[in-house]
């Protein structure tokens, strides 16, 4: 008899700009047995294209946060304002696909606040278990 174990882990891809935050946050990740989180660290957010958000969610991801500077901070001027205008965009193509839209979330963030990034972080989380699996096989 075979039995195959169904996992409960949540997938989390966050993209986020390099001045919105330092890679040290993620330590401070409660519950990392039941997460896989995953950060792709940019130059730029404007650099978050909708293919690459549309490419976590086909390759597993059960949610996807974009984390941004805040718009009157950002050292490229136009990118937080790009990131978000993708994200809109993503999101009606997720709603049109029949994807909870709400599996993907945007925030500006400010380096200087790190428990507030944290606060975001824990409460994607939470919103992914409570819709629950992309892909339950």
Same mark, same amino acid.
């Given at each position: 008899m075979s039995t195959t174990e169904i996992s409960s882990e949540i997938k989390l891809t966050?993209?986020?700009c390099n001045n919105a935050f330092g890679n040290d946050i993620t330590h401070n990740i409660i519950d990392k =047995?039941?997460?896989n989180l995953k950060?792709?660290?940019m130059a730029c957010s404007s650099m978050v294209k909708d293919v690459f958000i549309l490419r976590a969610?086909?390759?597993g991801s059960d949610g996807v946060l974009v984390?941004?500077?805040r718009e009157e901070g950002c050292r490229?001027? =136009?990118g937080s304002k790009r990131a978000k205008k993708r994200v809109e965009r993503v999101k009606k193509l997720l709603d049109e696909i029949k994807i909870d839209p709400k599996r993907l979330s945007f925030f500006n963030v400010s380096p200087d606040n790190?428990?507030?990034t944290l606060k975001i972080i824990k409460e994607a989380v939470i919103n992914?278990?409570?819709i629950g699996p992309l892909y339950s096989f």
């Open positions: 966050i993209y986020h =047995e039941k997460i950060f792709i660290n969610f086909e390759s984390l941004v500077c490229y001027v =136009e790190k428990d507030a992914i278990k409570n």
